[in-house]
């Protein structure tokens, strides 16, 4: 991305010779970093949580919570897959380019990261729920907090 970006400031700048596909391809290259940093983000259970009334139960206590969303969350990331998974193979389906600039890119791959990204952040959400209900139940010991210093 930052290759594009510094090409096409070369171009324009120097060069007076702006390019039509630079914007556009940096917002997808962009869009799909986004979208996966997401799944990586969960993976490292980087996202934002209140933790107010978390931290006043024990660990097992904790645990249910997590079991409780977790399914929560297995059910929407499923029902978001579907919708995606359509939204994509529509764009497949319609050999989709964009209308955005004169370069018009096929977009039709950079859709097809949204079933990708839903799919994988599913899955990492079915292991968080296993591990989950395991120290819920006993089984396994709550994973060590690992704070940032």
């Not at 990586?40 to 645990?63: K, N």
């Not at 978001?80 to 939204?87: D, G, K, S």
Request: hydrophobic residues 45%; proline residues 5%.
């Amino acid at each position: 991305m930052m290759a594009v970006l510094s090409y096409e400031i070369a171009a324009r700048y120097l060069f007076n010779s702006p390019t039509s596909w630079a914007h556009e391809t940096t917002t997808m290259i962009y869009g799909t970093f986004c979208i996966l940093a997401g799944v990586y983000t969960h993976r490292h259970h980087g996202h934002v949580r209140s933790e107010a009334v978390y931290h006043l139960f024990p660990a097992r206590g904790r645990a249910w919570l997590d079991v409780i969303t977790g399914g929560i969350g297995l059910v929407i990331f499923a029902v978001f897959f579907y919708v995606v998974f359509e939204f994509a193979a529509d764009s497949w389906a319609k050999n989709e380019h964009s209308s955005k600039s004169t370069w018009a890119p096929p977009i039709y791959p950079f859709k097809s990261v949204l079933p990708l990204a839903v799919g994988l952040m599913w899955l990492q959400s079915l292991s968080h729920f296993i591990r989950d209900l395991m120290v819920a139940l006993g089984i396994t010991e709550p994973r060590e907090e690992v704070t940032e210093q």
